[in-house]
């Protein structure tokens, strides 16, 4: 008995929440808004996502709210070079926001960091004669067919069976 009633309860209660946010027949489905903890706020005031604003409360003594999380008061922001970045924006480790540039030509910004362009492989350097390869950059090779009486088998011409 204890038990149907436990699941009457909760069935009613899911029911209800449902219902709460449930849209109107011809209207958009309700807002359901985002608490400080979804955004990883700990300090200040934000946007719920719904048009009301979030008390994210205040920070301890000692510390500063900066976007909305507690830092402390004497943080001294990092640069690129402490961060390990060479481009690309990334965080001070004091709530702000650093600005490491952009790559030199034939490099690209990895997650913060300069890495080579692909330099695509040739038939040469994968040491195939004949065949398709890729290039390793999101390209393919053609290398080229066998003479007769041969196939090619993983790049190779060869007479006979491949394996």
Not at 7 to 36: D, E, R
Not at 68 to 91: D, S, W
Not at 102 to 125: F, L
């Amino acid at each position: 008995m204890r038990r149907a009633l436990m699941y009457t309860l909760m069935a009613s209660l899911a029911l209800f929440a449902t219902a709460s946010h449930a849209a109107a027949p011809g209207q958009k489905a309700s807002c359901i808004p985002i608490n400080c903890y979804g955004y990883g706020y700990n300090c200040g005031t934000a946007s719920d996502g719904c048009g009301g604003t979030l008390d994210c409360g205040t920070c301890p003594s000692g510390q500063v709210c900066t976007n909305n999380v507690c830092y402390p008061a004497n943080c001294t922001p990092m640069t690129c070079q402490q961060v390990g970045a060479n481009c690309g924006l990334t965080g001070d480790g004091c709530g702000g926001t650093l600005n490491c540039g952009t790559c030199p030509k034939g490099q690209h910004c990895n997650d913060i960091v300069c890495v080579p362009d692909c330099v695509p492989a040739t038939c040469k350097s994968l040491g195939f004669t004949c065949g398709t390869a890729s290039d390793g950059c999101g390209g393919s090779l053609n290398c080229g067919s066998c003479k007769n009486g041969q196939r090619c088998c993983k790049g190779k011409c060869i007479s006979g069976s491949c394996y």
